[in-house]
């Protein structure tokens, strides 16, 4: 069983930054490809940025790219999304996943990841 915990919420002014962290407590961490989603208030969750286990492979959602950075260090068996140029609309609950290899599901839908976080509280001051 693979138990995530986020960190790096908070409140931010529009055009700041953020970096939230997924720690995660499995050791078979790079085996898992891992992705951001956020959901805000009266709206479906939604994908945000995917990452592979290798970290060679980088997806991100087209209301994100430009501003928003994935990576990994499997070594410290986290992963991590770095948030720049923030917005109002980026205001949101955000989610840390992991997707299992035989996880046949695509990387941007949720049903594609097996583990979840509890969710990281981001809101954007404008």
């Known amino acids: 069983q693979v138990h995530l915990v986020e960190s790096g919420g908070g409140l931010v002014q529009a055009g700041g930054s953020l970096r939230l962290s997924c720690a995660a407590s499995e050791r078979t961490f790079s085996v898992h490809n891992m992705g951001w989603f956020r959901q805000a208030p009266g709206k479906e969750r939604e994908f945000v940025a995917a990452?592979?286990?290798?970290?060679?492979?980088?997806y991100y959602a087209d209301s994100v790219k430009g501003r928003f950075t994935i990576s990994r260090d499997n070594a410290k068996n986290t992963v991590y999304l770095q948030m720049n140029k923030l917005k109002p609309e980026d205001t949101a609950v955000y989610y840390c996943a992991a997707r299992r290899l035989l996880n046949s599901g695509r990387y941007y839908e949720t049903y594609g990841y097996d583990y979840w976080g509890q969710g990281a509280q981001v809101t954007v001051s404008s």
């Open positions: 990452i592979g286990w290798s970290g060679g492979s980088t």
